[in-house]
């Protein structure tokens, strides 16, 4: 049934900056087709009833539990995400046809030896990385696997209790992922942290710092190198409340031994990334880790992100483009994150113009992936 066609009638649809007027937009093979394209008299028609139809939405950082989650970002309109770290490879690809999102993964994320995702989280101490030359043997593997980018946990050693690796595993990390033709993507949540990541020469920080912001020093060189930022607001918020709502960590932050944790830094430095013309890119860190501080839910916590980022600054319709072109153009997903001819027909259709008051994008009239309905 995938190539069943469609025609949605009176659709309004998202470009990058506006809404156009009412148009028919025509789905045929899974793509959307050219206007005047002949549609096959059986082909389903939807009257959007000016309705805007915007392109599928782009998680670009979520860790996947199983196909139920798959299902479950569909009825969100979420269409493509990217799994930012999974213990063991789930073989989601192979469960994804047309009528579930679209899943590029990192596989196992590189850690410390004695970190946290392996001491605690339960990932496979395959992800430790012990000296330069392993972080060679550590990509090979996450080629093998089929992993789409390479992601690197990278810790602050100023932290108590934190194992982190040192900038020459980073750099070997960066190189041998760079070798391999991959994006390569930073865990950051210090600035110490991001200084050893931007050092090394990462593609995409990942969280923000929650204790202070960069040197200015350091933000001209992120600039100059154009680094992008997928600052998952929404597990920044949950995670600085939760964290700093337990005693023992405010004694700590009290006397200093800890770093004082305030999200208002992870709003600045959207801010600051937004106004010097970088990227961000919305992603929610959706999980159901028992051990991580927040658990964003699936599907849902993308709208929450969409607010969230405008919040921060920018404007609806970046936002909007954050979620879906944006990461499409970073991650060379060229056959998505807009609507035009011949794209994947991912689509979401939506009761208002999401462009006026971004909390349209949670009033879903309809979804579709590669062409099929699926709400
Ligand atoms: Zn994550």
């Not at 946290?116 to 696997?145: C, Q, Y």
């Not at 919305?282 to 969409?306: C, I, K, M, Y």
């Amino acid at each position: 049934m995938a190539t069943d066609s469609t025609v949605i009638r009176r659709a309004r649809v998202l470009k990058r900056d506006a809404v156009t007027e009412e148009q028919d937009v025509l789905i045929v093979d899974g793509r959307i087709a050219a206007p005047g394209t002949d549609i096959p008299a059986e082909a389903a028609v939807i009257d959007a009833a000016g309705g805007v139809l915007l392109p599928g939405l782009i998680d670009a950082h979520v860790h996947l539990d199983g196909p139920d989650a798959l299902a479950q970002l569909a009825q969100w309109g979420v269409t493509t995400v990217l799994d930012m770290g999974e213990r063991a490879p789930q073989d989601l690809r192979a469960s994804t046809g047309t009528a579930l999102p679209a899943v590029l993964g990192a596989g196992l994320p590189a850690t410390a030896p004695g970190g946290m995702h392996t001491h605690k989280m339960g990932f496979p101490t395959t992800s430790e990385i012990v000296s330069p030359d392993d972080a060679a043997r550590f990509v090979r593997d996450r080629i093998e696997g089929g992993s789409d980018f390479i992601k690197i946990i990278v810790e602050d050693p100023k932290v108590p209790g934190t194992k982190a690796l040192p900038p020459a595993i980073l750099a070997a990390l960066v190189r041998e992922g760079h070798a391999a033709g991959k994006i390569v993507i930073a865990h950051v949540v210090t600035a110490a942290a991001l200084d050893l990541a931007d050092d090394a020469g990462v593609d995409v920080i990942t969280h923000t710092p929650l204790d202070a912001q960069p040197s200015p020093e350091r933000m001209a060189h992120l600039a100059e190198r154009q680094v992008v930022l997928v600052p998952t607001l929404t597990m920044m918020g949950e995670a600085a409340t939760s964290i700093t709502s337990k005693l023992m960590f405010r004694v700590l932050m009290a006397v200093r031994i800890a770093p004082r944790l305030d999200y208002t830094h992870a709003q600045q430095l959207v801010r600051t990334f937004h106004d010097r013309g970088l990227t961000v890119l919305a992603g929610t860190d959706a999980n159901t880790e028992p051990l991580v501080p927040a658990r964003p839910v699936f599907g849902s916590s993308l709208h929450d992100e969409l607010a969230l980022l405008v919040a921060a600054g920018l404007s609806p319709a970046e936002a909007l483009w954050a979620a879906t072109g944006a990461t499409a153009t970073v991650f060379g997903l060229e056959d998505r994150g807009v609507v035009e001819v011949g794209h994947r027909a991912d689509l979401v259709l939506v009761g208002a113009d999401p462009t006026r008051d971004i909390a349209a994008t949670r009033d879903i009239r309809g979804v579709w992936i590669g062409g099929e309905r699926v709400r």
